[in-house]
């Protein structure tokens, strides 16, 4: 039945996926996690994880899943170059070209700029003695922008990488203790 059925716009036979791996992309899709989208697709939750690892492994299904973050890429306009360039504008981002000596948003601020912002307080209180003003502006972290940013370009890599061209010779052997 798969091979005519058209299932949210794909036809299953195209693919070359039954209707439960179809349904398995489509559910992974939602939050990347292969073993609950397994357990949505109807697969077993003992061996979900399995499952889904699996299923990772095989080409139609990985070919689907490519396809498929393709099509919402372009249906969203969310990509890589979009998401690199807002972390470059929390990155560099001077509170001075938003934020003047008060603590008040110039006027001139970019939007660019100002879409950084993550809060805006305000807080005005009287006393017999006078009243007072305090003002935040907070911006997105610019610490995790970096981060995120250098991560991308492979600035800092969590992984050692050990890679010996030529063979270690170890002379001396009688010195080397069991």
């Known amino acids: 039945m798969c091979a005519e059925v058209l299932q949210k716009g794909r036809c299953c036979r195209m693919a070359k ?8 992309v489509d559910e992974y899709l939602i939050d990347l996690n292969a073993t609950q989208a397994a357990i949505r697709a109807g697969y077993s939750v003992k061996r979900a994880g399995e499952i889904g690892y ?27 170059d979009r998401i690199v360039l807002e972390l470059a504008k929390i990155a560099f981002l001077k509170m001075t070209d938003v934020v003047d000596g008060q603590g008040c948003i110039k006027g001139g601020a970019s939007e660019d700029d100002l879409s950084c912002i993550e809060s805006i307080k305000y807080k005005h209180s009287d006393t017999e003695t006078g009243s007072s003003t305090e003002r935040e502006v907070k911006a997105a972290s610019k610490l995790k922008a970096l981060e995120l940013l250098g991560r991308h370009l492979g600035m800092w890599n969590d992984k050692l990488e050990v890679n010996v ?6 002379s001396g052997s009688d010195a080397l203790e069991d």
């Open 17 to 24: 996926l039954t209707e439960k791996q179809q349904r398995f």
């Open 54 to 80: 699996q299923l990772l492994q095989k080409t139609t299904v990985q070919q689907a899943v490519s396809e498929a973050m393709a099509r919402r890429s372009r249906r969203t306009g969310v990509n890589q």
């Open 165 to 170: 061209p030529k063979p270690i010779v170890i």
